[in-house]
């Protein structure tokens, strides 16, 4: 039945039957399917002994059809308007285009990543970690596809939900259960500041798009994309063995920060140009200074990894307050790309070390590089901040290269099984493969020579501080067995913050059990004389 009034137009129904536009959903059903089979035959036959294979299988189908994106780019996906139109002006829209792609393409080859090198972890066996991961990176391309706000905030919603429970099913206490709730009410909080954004531009008379957004509401689009990053509380709370640290913790972490820092890459340069963007500009290059020094000295990777995404979302906030879009875009990937081959190394290996080399070149913003394009500026510069976010760039590469070469606590590859030595190598190649693909095709930042001066600074910057590293004791922290790794000022305001809040619901408790105990129609009786009494006075 075809609409009579506000009857879209008919390119979408031509996109709703195109082949081409359906990859988008050809990608995320196959991840989406996947996950359900996983968790069908995990049920009716807990006995299956190819979980893994199946899970792995699907992986790799939904990053080969990533890549088919590229046969016919823009790909647009937009569902039927939504009815009364006079009340939805937006509907679900998803695009793909040299922005939305290199965040896609880096999601589902991280999921593959942590399937392959599940082979050497202890959650090999266990099917539920490779759902959660499947689920997530499935909202995940969504997320980065989206091509309005309404769509983000949808999807946002969805990844919360599936965060929530798969969080709160790895709880093992109490108190662990609560840093979930507290995680999720500030991702909740982000999506509260971006429908805030929309009730401004609706005021300014502009229906919000990522075409047309006003200063004010790009402004709190910035701060909800900063909110829902995922590193408050720091740490997320599984249980103490490293291998769900490594594997489905490295899956939540990265896919819930490039699926928020997507924003960043969508809002227009003249919506984020007001008098607060020099001051924002201060702010993040302080966030990212803090950060990079506290990767550089973590104790091993895993502890700072809390670090590394602030140190890379402060590069990425930098390059979109410069209307710099691309760039936002580009420390996105390098945050999801080089972290998870960080992240995911659990074997010791001298190759696996070197290889991850390639990585830090990603992130060197040198000529054909991956983050090539971060330093470029399409909007007026605010020249004092530069030292300092090249010493941000520097201080993260240079912890990178520091916990790439440590030997830590890892296993010994020679130890491992022989299947696993051939298939766990593959899982950190594909990552550092496609960090070097991405430098030199397939999206608007690829091939760029950008500020190569600037690439040159920071590049030297950083081979003096991995120089300085061993020769400097304040580089190089002693781990004692009585230190808590990663603890830190930020992480104490947030247990302030949270002994506040459990203070105040003390508090209410015993208000409430005031009221409603045996002495409740004695306190409502004095409650109601003290209102008439002011009633009539006040008369």
């Not at 910035?222 to 408050?232: Q, S």
Request: proline letters at 6%.
């Amino acid at each position: 039945m075809p609409y009579n009034s506000g009857a879209p137009p008919k390119s979408i129904y031509k996109t709703v039957t195109i082949t081409y536009p359906m990859l988008i959903i050809i990608t995320t059903s196959l991840l989406f399917l996947t996950a359900s089979a996983l968790l069908i035959l995990r049920f009716t036959r807990p006995n299956f002994r190819y979980f893994w294979l199946t899970a792995a299988g699907g992986a790799l189908l939904a990053w080969i059809s990533t890549w088919l994106w590229q046969a016919r780019m823009p790909l647009e996906f937009q569902l039927l308007p939504w009815q009364p139109a006079e009340l939805f002006v937006d509907y679900p829209s998803f695009l793909a285009d040299g922005i939305s792609w290199p965040l896609a393409l880096s999601l589902t080859t991280l999921a593959v990543a942590v399937i392959l090198t599940a082979t050497v972890r202890a959650d090999l066996n266990d099917p539920l970690a490779s759902v959660g991961t499947l689920i997530l990176t499935g909202f995940g391309v969504l997320a980065v596809t989206a091509n309005n706000p309404l769509t983000l905030v949808l999807v946002w919603a969805a990844i919360d939900i599936s965060e929530l429970i798969i969080l709160l099913s790895l709880a093992d206490e109490p108190r662990s259960s609560e840093r979930v709730v507290t995680a999720f009410s500030t991702r909740a909080a982000g999506i509260g500041l971006v429908l805030w954004a929309n009730i401004v531009s609706v005021a300014n008379h502009t229906p919000m798009t990522f075409t047309s957004i006003p200063p004010q509401a790009g402004l709190f689009l910035l701060i909800g994309a900063g909110l829902r990053l995922g590193v408050l509380p720091l740490h997320l709370p599984y249980p103490s063995e490293s291998s769900l640290r490594r594997g489905s913790g490295t899956a939540l972490r990265l896919i819930a920060a490039a699926s928020s820092l997507v924003l960043l890459a969508r809002i227009p340069t003249e919506s984020v140009q007001s008098i607060l963007t020099p001051f924002l500009l201060v702010l993040a290059t302080f966030a990212g200074l803090y950060a990079g020094w506290t990767w550089l000295r973590a104790p091993d990777e895993l502890s700072g990894r809390p670090f590394w995404m602030i140190g890379m979302a402060s590069l990425a906030v930098t390059s979109a307050l410069r209307g710099n879009a691309i760039g936002a875009a580009a420390w996105s990937c390098a945050l999801v790309l080089a972290g998870g081959a960080l992240f995911l190394s659990s074997v010791q290996y001298l190759w696996f070390n070197r290889a991850l080399m390639i990585g830090a070149i990603g992130l060197s913003a040198l000529p054909l590089s991956l983050t090539a394009s971060g330093w470029l500026s399409n909007a007026e510069v605010f020249w004092p901040v530069w030292p300092f976010m090249l010493a941000v760039q520097a201080l993260l590469v240079a912890g990178y290269i520091r916990h790439a070469l440590r030997p830590g606590m890892r296993d010994s590859f020679e130890s491992q099984q022989i299947w696993s030595r051939n298939v766990y190598p593959a899982g950190i190649v594909i990552l550092l493969l496609t960090t070097l693909l991405l430098g030199l095709f397939g999206w608007d930042g690829a091939a760029t020579v950008g500020v190569w001066i600037i690439g040159i600074i920071a590049s030297l910057l950083t081979l003096g501080l991995v120089w300085a590293i061993p020769r400097l004791r304040i580089l190089n922290p002693i781990r004692a067995h009585w230190v808590r790794p990663a603890t830190s000022w930020l992480e104490n305001l947030y247990r302030g913050l949270w002994d506040l809040y459990q203070w105040l619901t003390r508090l209410s408790r015993v208000i409430s059990s005031t009221l409603e105990g045996d002495g409740g129609i004695m306190w409502t009786l004095l409650f109601l004389a003290l209102f008439i009494s002011l009633m009539t006075q006040g008369k």
